[in-house]
């Protein structure tokens, strides 16, 4: 996501933007497992409930929901490509699997002469790798490997002579470590953006990155290949399009020694636009058969401006009933911070939610004038650093009925192009069955004292929708960028300029015309701006107007001083969840969201005056959270706002989901749901045929 408050590229501090976790390191590591890359047994599986609510559907709509799910479905590839050159045939290693044993994966105990524990352990790898699309974590971006030898691989690969050659092929990188983990390919590391057999340098990399600028190719739906032809090394820039060869003859060549060859993902993105024109068929309104059709031109040529087109026409189709997200959309995986990974997501609207989320969206201003940097009699109270009108975004809660990408995420602040957020609006969608997965009594509570399990299970889940909430709106939806928006042109009083609230000094600095925040910061823009939308969700959990319009109150069932608690203990818990998704042997962070996290643990471990602290037990092998719930309001808020001056939500334990399918039953299209297990996730990504 875009940062959207900020008073320039000279005048942020970023000291709480942990590079290494120094201060918690040393405890975590005596509890976690440094040699361990295999998944951990008995993940929690969980199943988006779907059914009724795509019941109630009408005809046309199921049919529309249908094809934009398929539609979906189809990057599904795209994404394991963009992992590891070994992802795709791992996939269709598992799948063949499948077809060899008809499902029935117990013959192959007899069959294959394994032991139960071997098979059970092989299934728990391809229900993560299927949750995955790949085989590193969607979240943290570490390989993990089967907990299961190559000679009982093996066996298990004998049940067919297909299945035995698609072993064949994968067996060493399937098992390999390293890589530990994503990242600029080096010993330790590897990325799908940079798929080349030749060693290819960051240098080359960002050699390639200049002529885009030049030649004003955008990096979304792009990779980089370097390849040797002649003995001369060649950067060959992979298109995402379904149409191949160049756009016009002796055009693909760039620059020297760099060339721009289209048709990358050219047949999941020929399949992608086959079904999104079975979908426009269905459309509900022109708004809609607009963007799918830019979708079209997009995923067939290439083209990012056609994208952008799609994204004015989204944004104004408000309160669909069909929701969806479809694209290269976020470009967290990549270790240059500029490609992005296929995401898509069809969800169904639910019409509960969001009259409450509507209320708090047509309250937002009130809120807006309690932000830190708010200034009183400046800008209708909101300060120079907002906006002087509030474009009320578009604000749904969805069931989700199709999520494809390396994460099931809990929401999105979409589109990410800041000119088409100021100009045309922007969308935050929630996803209702997502988020329901906290309310799981099976999910695992790690660090939480014993005396404390019960309340913190019983309000986590409103925690997390009430944060993830306040996270899209006002955490991504507020703020400026203080800019020169067109050459002497600007969006501030540049005789008189703002205050900066960290110094008491007039800013000094600003963006430049063409400048952006990504550009400016490079990848760390992006866990500056999700360590900024945490803040703004905690820093809001102890306003009682706020929560009074979710229904929590002083003399609700659950209070609203309940819930305030429940925030700083999960602040607790989201950081020292963080750091399973820091690599200890590149000492790199994983995403920004678990930078984002850990940073604000340990910022409030520093600043907070005690109002966390983090026990620890070596003979239990525990770490555990303390809250001290007297200095919520006098420390710990505080220390919050301080912090925020100074700069999505997700947090994961290991929770795998397993997702529905539709089928076009002659007239009508019917839901398919499966069982909550491996085996379940697995006949679902069978019966997906992609």
Not at 86 to 111: M, N, R, T
Request: proline share 5%; with cysteine; hydrophobic share 40%.
């Amino acid at each position: 996501m875009l940062l959207t408050q900020n008073v320039g590229t000279g005048a942020i501090l970023l000291s709480s933007i942990a590079i290494l976790p120094s201060t918690l390191l040393p405890a975590y590591a005596m509890f976690s497992s440094e040699s361990s890359h295999t998944p951990l047994p008995g993940a929690t599986i969980h199943q988006l409930k779907i059914k009724p609510v795509f019941d109630a559907l009408v005809k046309r709509e199921k049919f529309y929901a249908h094809y934009l799910a398929r539609a979906a479905w189809h990057g599904s590839r795209i994404v394991m490509r963009q992992v590891s050159p070994e992802s795709p045939d791992i996939f269709d290693f598992i799948i063949d699997l499948y077809h060899a044993c008809d499902g029935k994966w117990d013959i192959l105990v007899a069959q294959c002469n394994i032991t139960s524990e071997e098979l059970t352990s092989f299934l728990e790898y391809a229900a993560m790798f299927l949750c995955n699309l790949g085989n590193f974590y969607g979240e943290g971006d570490q390989k993990f490997v089967p907990n299961v030898t190559a000679e009982a691989l093996r066996k298990i690969a004998d049940i067919s002579p297909k299945t035995k050659a698609s072993l064949d092929k994968i067996i060493d990188p399937l098992l390999a470590v390293p890589p530990f983990s994503l990242g600029y390919p080096t010993e330790n590391a590897l990325s799908g953006y940079y798929p080349s057999v030749e060693p290819i340098t960051q240098d080359e990399i960002a050699k390639v990155s200049e002529v885009m600028n030049k030649t004003s190719i955008g990096p979304e739906n792009t990779r980089v290949r370097k390849v040797v032809k002649d003995g001369k090394p060649i950067l060959q820039l992979l298109q995402a399009s379904a149409e191949t060869g160049p756009l016009k003859a002796g055009h693909d060549e760039l620059a020297d020694g760099i060339f721009l060859v289209r048709g990358d993902h050219s047949d999941e993105l020929a399949r992608v636009c086959s079904a999104l024109e079975k979908a426009r068929d269905y459309a509900g309104n022109d708004k809609q058969t607009q963007f799918l059709t830019h979708y079209i031109e997009f995923f067939r040529t290439g083209s990012l401006k056609a994208f952008q087109e799609s994204q004015k026409a989204w944004v104004t189709d408000v309160s669909a009933r069909v929701e969806n997200i479809l694209g290269f959309i976020e470009p967290y995986r990549d270790p240059a911070g500029i490609r992005s990974e296929w995401e898509a997501m069809i969800g169904i609207a639910d019409a509960d939610e969001i009259k409450k989320l509507k209320s708090f969206v047509d309250s937002s201003t009130t809120f807006i004038r309690q932000l830190p940097w708010a200034v009183k009699g400046v800008n209708d109270g909101k300060g120079p650093f907002e906006k002087s009108l509030f474009e009320a975004p578009d604000f749904t809660s969805v069931h989700a009925l199709a999520v494809c990408g390396s994460i099931v995420f809990e929401a999105a602040n979409l589109p990410n192009y800041e000119y088409i957020r100021e100009t045309y609006g922007f969308k935050n969608i929630v996803l209702a069955n997502r988020l329901s997965v906290n309310n799981n009594s099976n999910l695992p509570c790690y660090w939480i004292d014993p005396s404390e399990l019960k309340s913190f299970k019983s309000t986590t889940h409103i925690v997390r929708f009430l944060t993830t909430a306040i996270h899209e709106l006002i955490g991504h939806g507020t703020g400026k960028l203080l800019s020169e928006t067109s050459p002497g042109t600007y969006n501030f009083d540049k005789q008189n300029p703002p205050i900066n609230p960290l110094n008491g000094e007039v800013v000094t600095s600003h963006y430049l015309h063409g400048q952006t925040w990504g550009s400016v910061f490079g990848k760390l823009a992006g866990t500056v701006e999700e360590c900024r939308a945490i803040l703004m969700s905690e820093y809001f959990m102890d306003n009682k107007d706020l929560l009074g319009i979710f229904g929590y109150t002083d003399s609700s069932n659950i209070t609203a001083e309940d819930l305030l608690y429940a925030t700083y203990l999960n602040i607790g818990v989201d950081g020292l969840q963080a750091l399973e998704h820091y690599g200890f042997q590149d000492q790199a962070w994983g995403q920004v969201h678990h930078q984002a996290h850990f940073s604000i643990l340990k910022h409030l471990l520093q600043d907070g005056d005690g109002i966390i602290s983090i026990a620890h037990d070596l003979t239990q092998q525990c770490l555990t959270v303390h809250v001290d719930r007297s200095k919520i309001l006098s420390h710990g808020k505080p220390s919050l706002g301080r912090v925020a001056q100074d700069r999505r939500v997700e947090t994961e334990y290991e929770v795998e989901f397993v997702q529905p399918n539709t089928f076009v039953k002659g007239e009508n299209v019917e839901v398919k749901v499966y069982e909550e297990s491996n085996e379940g996730i697995i006949q679902s990504w069978v019966e997906r045929d992609i």
